[in-house]
């Protein structure tokens, strides 16, 4: 499956960004789905993933209750809602695929796209 995010851009702190990340190839129903983001000099970050029905989400604890999460699959495509940014929110955002119970283990991502750039000015 090959991914492609968009939807990064320059954001006032307490703004909000909508991701998005289209899938083609294989169908990607069929797996579960995730953001990872990274700022420079730090590891990549878990940020949420989503079954590959929609049915449960997972959130990292620095973004819980200000991102959402969710996915289309009728066009192939997860979102990601970011309110009330943060400038410590600025980062390489990267989505992610895998197969079934990726979503609740997060190193078992397997397919990834490339980044899309959030910038938090404060």
């Known amino acids: 499956v090959q991914l492609q995010a968009s939807g990064g851009g320059l954001v006032q702190a307490g703004g909000s960004l909508r991701l998005s990340c289209a899938a083609s190839g294989r169908t990607f129903s069929s797996y579960d789905a995730g953001w990872f983001r990274q700022a420079p000099g730090k590891g990549r970050e878990f940020v949420a993933s989503i079954t590959w029905g929609g049915s449960s989400a997972y959130y990292g604890d620095s973004v819980k209750g200000r991102f959402t999460i969710s996915r289309d699959n009728a066009r192939n495509t997860v979102f990601l809602q970011m309110n009330s940014l943060k400038p410590e929110d600025a980062a390489l955002y990267y989505c992610?695929?895998?197969?079934?119970?990726?979503?609740?283990?997060?190193?078992?991502?397997?397919?990834w796209g490339q980044g899309t750039q959030v910038t938090v000015s404060s």
């Open positions: 992610a695929a895998g197969p079934k119970y990726a979503a609740a283990t997060p190193t078992r991502f397997r397919y």
